[in-house]
């Protein structure tokens, strides 16, 4: 009755808060497991961003309960940004849940389950399911334990949590709760017994990490508190990459640009999450900066940082956005010429700024300018991916790949390369020479040594 099994929904950071979760679940004696149909507790772990998501996730839950209702003592619970955003209302839809645990809470799971138990064991029916949403100051703080499977290289690393902007169009204010950051000592410190795990490249995450302990350290030398922490982990022996997602255009500012230039660790790929190339739709969806600004950050990066490959979020369809503001966006995303980019329909969220403006472009109209990124991205992304070929790319070796014939690993760009490569490689930073290219993943030879 212990076997735990987590479907996680959404970000990076639902995957890391879903890993620390697991962690703290086997040090209590659960067992996590991998087959959702071989578990006895299934914890969905969710995403409240669009409202996809979210009914993904409750027709997921709706499909679960028909076997719990087979089996009772199945426990079944909803975690994360679904349950902070809509705390026990989520019962009357999904009457068979046991479990409802919000952002702040994930620390209380396992005490959660061992009430269960002990109630089901007894023969106890619990009065209601167990509903817990509250707030809960430190909780940035409470959950820092990973689960690495066997050889793993690259790890999640939180570092704050919440969100205190207010883009017109998002949950995360609500469903993360206020900006609060991780103290860096602590951070370094998890940094360091990652790479003493044989960790090679930590990801920082966060919704805004470039407002990182602003309210918790002070500028020094007109380096921000983010770059400190940067140059913190950079220091750190064993780690050879960094990355971090998602920074603000705002909060981007010299001192970030010009660590490009310094720390070599930091790969050269930024995640920039721009939403739209209309200053009038940016003004609107309470974004403040200006394209020309957002390209003016872009030209310096690829200044400080020559081959720097940039990815962006993009909403299309916020209310209000005209073919002419849609134009706009499609003019800037071929001018800051994305290798990758993640585009969203917008979808009205409850209780965003932007809830009462309500939808008015139609899903038709949404449908069409989401096509029409994605058809430039696949342009640029053809382009881009013809230009790697035939150059030497240094790969982190993560392992065999799925098909088990070559090993696999990322370029600095966070490209997949296969190659033939052995196990002694794995953890290490190989040089592959790229032979052959496909949309979704590179084909090359390791470069002897000279
Ligand atoms: N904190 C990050 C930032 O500031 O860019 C990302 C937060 S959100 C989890 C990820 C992306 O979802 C956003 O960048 C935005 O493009 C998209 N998104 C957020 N709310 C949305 C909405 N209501 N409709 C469509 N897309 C949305
Ligand atoms: Fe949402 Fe804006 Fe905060 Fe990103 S910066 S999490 S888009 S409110």
């Known amino acids: 009755m212990n076997r735990v099994h987590i479907k996680t929904y959404g970000c990076q950071m639902n995957e890391r808060d879903s890993e620390a979760v697991a962690a703290l679940l086997r040090t209590r004696g659960y067992r996590i497991v991998d087959d959702e149909n071989d578990c006895d507790i299934l914890l969905l772990n969710t995403c409240s961003v669009r409202d996809f998501a979210e009914q993904k996730a409750i027709a997921k839950a709706e499909n679960i309960a028909v076997r719990k209702r087979r089996r009772p003592e199945f426990v079944l619970g909803i975690l994360g940004c679904m349950a902070q955003n809509r705390g026990a209302a989520l019962l009357d839809l999904l009457p068979d849940l046991d479990l409802v645990v919000g952002t702040q809470k994930f620390h209380t799971v396992a005490g959660y389950l061992d009430n269960l138990r002990a109630a089901r064991q007894a023969g106890i029916p619990l009065a209601q399911p167990i509903v817990d949403t509250a707030e809960e100051p430190g909780s940035q703080n409470a959950l820092a334990d990973h689960?690495?499977?066997?050889?793993?290289?690259?790890?999640?690393?939180?570092?704050?949590?919440?969100?205190?902007?207010?883009?017109?169009?998002?949950?995360?204010?609500?469903?993360?709760?206020?900006?609060?950051?991780?103290?860096?000592?602590?951070?370094?410190?998890?940094?360091?017994a990652l790479a003493a795990r044989g960790i090679r490249e930590v990801t920082l995450l966060g919704q805004i990490v470039t407002s990182y302990g602003r309210r918790d350290y002070a500028h020094t030398g007109g380096i921000s508190p983010f770059v400190q922490l940067l140059e913190r982990i950079h220091a750190v022996d064993g780690i050879e990459r960094i990355r971090f997602t998602s920074p603000h255009p705002r909060g981007f500012r010299d001192d970030l640009v010009a660590a490009y230039a310094r720390l070599p660790k930091l790969c050269e790929h930024v995640h920039l999450p721009v939403q739209s190339g209309s200053d009038r739709i940016l003004s609107a969806m309470n974004r403040?900066?200006?394209?020309?600004?957002?390209?003016?950050?872009?030209?310096?990066?690829?200044?400080?940082?020559?081959?720097?490959?940039?990815?962006?979020?993009?909403?299309?369809?916020?209310?209000?956005?005209?073919?002419?503001?849609?134009?706009?966006?499609?003019?800037?995303?071929?001018?800051?010429?994305?290798?990758?980019?993640?585009?969203?329909?917008?979808?009205?969220?409850?209780?965003?700024?932007?809830?009462?403006?309500?939808?008015?472009?139609?899903?038709?109209?949404k449908e069409r300018r989401n096509q029409?990124?994605?058809?430039?991205?696949?342009?640029?992304?053809?382009?881009?991916?013809?230009?790697?070929?035939?150059?030497?790319?240094?790969?982190?070796?993560?392992?065999?790949?799925?098909?088990?014939?070559?090993?696999?690993?990322?370029?600095?760009?966070?490209?997949?390369?296969?190659f033939p490569g052995t196990e002694e490689q794995i953890g290490r930073l190989i040089p592959v020479r790229i032979d052959r290219v496909t949309p979704a993943a590179l084909y090359g030879e390791t470069v002897p040594a000279q």
């Open 147 to 192: 689960i690495l499977a066997d050889r793993q290289v690259t790890a999640f690393v939180s570092i704050q949590q919440g969100c205190d902007m207010q883009c017109a169009y998002c949950i995360v204010p609500k469903t993360r709760g206020d900006e609060r950051s991780r103290p860096m000592d602590a951070i370094v410190a998890e940094c360091r």
């Open 288 to 365: 403040p900066y200006s394209r020309e600004r957002y390209l003016e950050l872009v030209a310096a990066l690829r200044t400080a940082r020559p081959g720097l490959a940039l990815s962006t979020d993009i909403i299309v369809g916020f209310p209000g956005e005209t073919d002419a503001d849609f134009a706009q966006t499609a003019a800037l995303f071929a001018e800051a010429d994305y290798d990758m980019a993640y585009v969203f329909k917008y979808s009205v969220r409850t209780g965003t700024p932007a809830e009462p403006l309500g939808d008015p472009v139609d899903e038709a109209e």
């Open 372 to 418: 029409e990124l994605l058809r430039l991205l696949e342009e640029n992304s053809r382009r881009h991916t013809a230009a790697l070929l035939g150059t030497v790319q240094e790969v982190l070796v993560e392992g065999p790949d799925k098909a088990g014939r070559r090993y696999m690993g990322r370029t600095r760009i966070n490209r997949v390369v296969h």
